[in-house]
Structures are given as C-alpha cells and as structure tokens.
C-alpha cells in the first residue's frame, strides 16, 4: 500500500550568483539533503533569477555550475532529486507571465528583499527584472504542484505571495495549483553575519569577514570567527540580548547536531577564545568532506553537465503538464 502512496513533492532553489555560503548551507542545503530520503524533490539553480543583479557574462555559466558543484558536493544525490538549470525549463519563464497578469504592483513593491537589493539605486534605473523577480519564483514553485517549500526565513515572504496568486488563480480561472507551505527550520534558518548580528548572512556584505563561504580555507575561517562580534558580558549563552552569541552557538549546534543548550553547557565559565576556537574546528571538519568533493567534481565537468541535462529532462514534462492546465485555465 505505501507503494501507492503519493510522496511528498518539495521544491526550492538557490541563486546561482557566486559563492555559496554557511547560511544557505544550513537555511537550505543541509535541508534538502534530509529531505531527499523521503521526498519527492525538484530543486533547481536559479539562474534566471541571479541575472537580476550585477555578474560577469563570460565567467557566468562556469559559476552556475560551481553552485550545482556545491549542491552536490553538500550530498545531494542526483538519483533522488530532479536537479536542474531554471532556465533549461522555459515554462518557468512562460508561467511567470501568467502570473504576471494576476499579481499586483502593490504586492511586489511590499517585498522587502526587492527594497533592500533596490535600496542604493535610483528607481528609474532598476531592472525590471529584480521588481518582478517574486512572481518568477511562484511560478518555479507552482510548476511543480508541491506540498512544501524549504527555505530560510527571508524567503517567507515571497513563498506567501505564492500562496496568494495560487489562490487568486484558482479562484478565477478554476482549480489549477496546489497551494504550498514555506518549510522553515526553527533554527538555523536565519544565520547572522558574522560582523553584525543584525544583519542576515549575505554575500552582498561589504566585507568578506562578514560570512564564511563554503569554500573557505582554514585559515580563512579561523580568523574570521576571531574576528567575529560577541555581545557585553563574558558568559557563553543565547537569548535575545545576546544576537552574536546566540548566532555563533546556533552554528555551533547546527552543525554538531546538537541541542544549543548543550553547546552552553559545554562552555559555561569558558572563554571567548576557547569558544571561538573550538568552533572554527568545527565549521573546518564539517566544510572540509564537502571541499574534498567539490575538488573531485572540479575534475569532472562533463559529470555535473550531464546530471544538470538529465535532471532538465525529468522536469520539463511536469512542468509542462502544470503549464498547459493554467494555459487551459
Ligand atoms: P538565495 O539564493 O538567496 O538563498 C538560497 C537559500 O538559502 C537561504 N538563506 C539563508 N538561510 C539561513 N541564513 C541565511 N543567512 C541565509 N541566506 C540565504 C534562503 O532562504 C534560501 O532558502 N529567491 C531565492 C531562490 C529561489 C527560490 C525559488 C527558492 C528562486 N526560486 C523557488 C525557493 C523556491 C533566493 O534568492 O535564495
């Protein structure tokens, strides 16, 4: 009987703009890779959406399969997971229009990670593309008729405005999309920077010592979490007066697997530096297996090229199935 059961459908992506770093890691990533035992799962480079900021056309392509590399390398099995090029699928492109016509000006001028990546620009000459990048994103997501959606905690907002137009396109044109849920974890779903606890984990930081990217040596990221802000007081613990401390012993206890009551215990009338210390050690263990594979993958390009094809070729089916259903719609 429970071959007959429908599995779970799930489907996330991540931006393919550079280097990915501990917080997609631990918000997305390492979440995928629980969930690919037992889910049915599409998850895709959204490079369609990393267009929308500024990049390097030559060195683009190269980069979009550095970000598949990582996925890879973080134990995403192809064999479980559709994983695949947003743009190899081009009815997330047609489906977005759709939607375009059904989604307010309104709605996307609420988004807030549209009015922080706009923020420093004059209006007139943002790309139209980073306005209307959330519309794009319900359509991937639609597409697949998912139950869940796994993100980190900024990406909420645009995974409940694709509930919204689901069920304004259901309610006008007929039933047509399942509407999902956002998959958020309860904790490590919002990594801080490392400069300012304030502040997400974001490449888009000014300086470098503000994240640890995936690919960061020892060295690196030793003395990046030397550096790293600490909040008054001596005491190693968490709570909402302590953002830094709560941030560094989250990563902590993300990447042990351990309660982070237990990480304060550990280090109750311990030092800063011997806190510091011992966590360097431990992001250092657990990036160095996935930079192993990462160099192994690095020598077999035609390997990722080829799962990247297959993986386009399993999705492109169930996308057109939802396609042609909201075209008919
Ligand atoms: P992106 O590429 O910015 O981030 C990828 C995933 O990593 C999570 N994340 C974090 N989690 C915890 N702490 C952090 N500091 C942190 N920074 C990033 C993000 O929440 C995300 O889950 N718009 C999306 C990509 C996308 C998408 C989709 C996601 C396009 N289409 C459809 C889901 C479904 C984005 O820019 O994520």
């Known amino acids: 009987s429970t071959a007959m059961a429908k599995k779970i459908t799930l489907v996330s992506g991540i931006r393919s703009s550079g280097e990915l770093l501990l917080g997609n890691y631990l918000g997305a990533l390492k979440q ?3 969930l690919q035992e037992s889910y049915d799962c599409y ?3 959204a490079d369609l959406h990393a267009i929308t900021t500024p990049y390097a056309p030559k060195e683009f392509p190269e980069q979009v399969r550095a970000v598949a590399r990582t996925y890879l390398a973080c134990g995403l099995d192809p064999s479980r997971v559709t994983l695949f090029r947003q743009s190899d699928v081009s009815a997330h492109v047609e489906l977005s229009w759709l939607l375009n016509t059904i989604a307010t000006m309104g709605e996307l001028n609420r988004m807030t990670q549209f009015k922080e990546k706009s923020e420093d620009q004059k209006r007139e000459s943002v790309n139209a593309g980073l306005f209307d990048y959330p519309v794009l994103m ?3 997501i639609l597409l697949y008729q998912p139950d869940v959606v796994p993100v980190g905690e900024d990406q909420k907002q645009h995974v409940e405005l694709t509930r919204d137009l689901a069920g304004r396109f259901n309610q006008r044109f007929g039933k047509t999309f399942a509407i999902p849920k956002p998959l958020i974890r309860d904790e490590g779903a919002r990594i801080k920077a490392l400069d300012d606890p304030a502040k997400k984990m974001s490449k888009s930081a000014a300086s470098a010592n503000s994240y640890i990217a995936i690919g960061d040596d ?7 979490i030397s550096r790293a802000v600490t909040d008054s007081g001596s005491e190693i613990t968490s709570g909402t007066d302590k953002p830094a401390l709560t941030n560094l012993l989250t990563i902590f206890s993300q990447l042990e697997e351990v309660p982070l009551k237990e990480i304060e215990q550990r280090y109750a009338g311990k030092s800063y530096k011997e806190f510091k210390d011992d966590l360097a050690d431990m992001i250092i263990a657990a990036l160095k297996p996935i930079q192993q594979t990462l160099a192994e993958l690095e020598a077999k390009p ?3 090229d080829d ?3 297959k993986g386009a070729a399993k999705a492109r089916p169930v996308a057109e199935q939802t396609l042609v259903a909201a075209k008919r719609a």
């Open 32 to 34: 995928f890779v629980e």
């Open 43 to 45: 998850i895709f480079l």
């Open 138 to 140: 319900a359509a991937d």
């Open 218 to 224: 020892s060295d690196a990221i030793r003395n990046k």
């Open 302 to 304: 035609d390997y990722v």
């Open 307 to 309: 799962v990247l094809a």
